[in-house]
């Protein structure tokens, strides 16, 4: 076991740096992100690459994320943003927001991203409340307790088409029988997902910390 998951940092390491080489606004993201003592949770340097090629290949315009941290994947995001392309972050706190609009801003992508500040669950409802428009790519990464209400608001901001990605969907393995609070919330997230009428899906397992995975998801025609 201990053999497999080196080997899987092996594999991870030579496929980022391959794939998904550091640049300077990404470096500085993490940096200013662990200065400022946020959590260090973001997506890692090729989940990050595998966010951007997921908006790329279904040509989102606009996309909006749930859960911004440091801005680390809002940058990858936005990255494939076509011109005149939007895209709408939620969080919590307003330290956080503070941190990823410095970082969004120093890679450029200031004027393509919005970051609001607020829970997200107010924030979904009041989008869905004043009609203000569909999604192509939602991003759901905030509080795991809160993954199955923001795929119910995340249903009604999509399309046909729309891409629903979640991510920690494995979670080191506990989302398959743990039954603490935020492994059950994983658990119903990943059902709805795979039981949901308008859904299909998949949950892709990745090596981070431990072993996670991204559900990766399209809303029916
Ligand atoms: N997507 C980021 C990581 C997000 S970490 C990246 O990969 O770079 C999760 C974030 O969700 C944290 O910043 C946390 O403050 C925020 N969050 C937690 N509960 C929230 C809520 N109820 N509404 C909005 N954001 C929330
Ligand atoms: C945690 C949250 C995340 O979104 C993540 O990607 C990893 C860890 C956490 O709350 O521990
Ligand atoms: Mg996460």
Sequence with gaps: MDDTITLLRRIDAYVEELFAPSDEALAAALRDTEEARLP???????????????????????????????????IHLARALPDGGEL??????????????RNIERAGLAGSVEVRVGDARASLAEMVEADAGLFDLIFIDADKEGYPEYLDHALRLSHPGTVILGDNAIRGGSVIDASDTTSSAMRE??????????????????????????????VRA
């Design 189 to 218: 997230f990943n059902q709805k997902l795979a039981e949901g009428p308008r859904l299909e899906a998949i949950v892709l397992p990745i090596l981070r910390e431990r072993i996670d995975g991204l559900a990766i998801a399209r």
């Design 88 to 101: 709408i972050s939620l969080e919590l706190e307003e330290e956080h927001a503070e941190v990823a609009r």
């Design 40 to 74: 260090e949770i973001q997506v890692s340097p090729a989940q990050g690459k595998l966010l951007y090629l997921l908006a790329l290949i279904s040509n989102a315009r606009r996309i909006l994320e749930i859960g911004t941290l440091g801005g680390y994947s809002t």
